[in-house]
């Protein structure tokens, strides 16, 4: 087990501050997310990161290159950190969204009564935890080591469930952009530190 896991949501973006769902599409920082990623290098400056992922969307692997940029590792992409892949309505905004779809919540499981997630091609709550549980087996194998991971809110959800940390405290959670949550090692399990 990694002695010590950073995770990171990407800075913002344009569709962030339209509200507009992004899920798969690959948008890039926008001025502010670029700041915000810059602000969160300074403060992870004095971490010894030893192993980074990323998602490989752009605005989760921008935000890991501007963070880890003086830490000098390679940055491991994988699918397996990005956003839920919310299907047909990626692009839309949320106010168009919940005009369309007054029964859907971005927040709950997208199996929601008469809107059949297969009918949009939504990835569920399930299928999302299932990468998640699969990319951990991943991260575990780096014993005593400090790793980054650049992700995405819907991602970062069940990773943070999937490491330990209660699920109604990771509900109650703000997953702000580019902020970080530090989890620590403790005996055999991690304790959230710094969220």
């Known amino acids: 087990m990694p002695k010590k896991i950073i995770i990171v949501r990407h800075g913002e973006t344009d569709h962030n501050a339209r509200r507009i769902l992004q899920g798969h599409l690959d948008t890039v920082l926008n001025k502010k997310g670029l700041a915000q990623a810059r ?3 300074e403060l992870l400056k004095e971490e010894n990161i030893d192993v980074i992922f990323s998602s490989d969307l752009s605005r989760a692997l921008t935000t890991a290159q501007i963070v880890t940029q003086n830490h000098h590792k390679d940055i491991i992409q994988t699918k397996a950190l990005r ?4 299907g047909k309505l990626q692009g839309m905004t949320y106010e168009e969204i919940e005009r369309i779809f007054p029964l859907f919540s971005i927040e ?8 059949a997630s297969e009918q949009y091609a939504i990835e569920t ?5 299932k990468r ?28 943070l469930i999937e490491l330990g940390v209660p699920t109604d405290e990771v509900k109650a959670m703000s997953v702000k952009n ?18």
């Not at 709950?108 to 809107?115: E, H």
């Not at 709550?125 to 935890?129: G, I, L, W």
């Not at 575990?140 to 992700?151: E, G, M, Q, W």
């Open 125 to 129: 709550d399930e299928e999302v935890a």
């Open 83 to 86: 956003e839920r892949n919310f």
């Open 39 to 41: 602000e969160t290098a």
């Open 108 to 115: 709950q499981d997208t199996r929601v009564p008469g809107y």
């Open 132 to 159: 998640i549980k699969e990319f951990v087996t991943i991260i575990l194998v780096h014993k005593n080591k400090t790793v980054a991971i650049f992700a995405h809110g819907g991602s970062i959800r069940p990773l």
């Open 178 to 195: 580019a902020h970080p949550f530090i989890l620590e090692k403790k005996g055999g399990k991690y304790t959230l530190i710094s969220s």
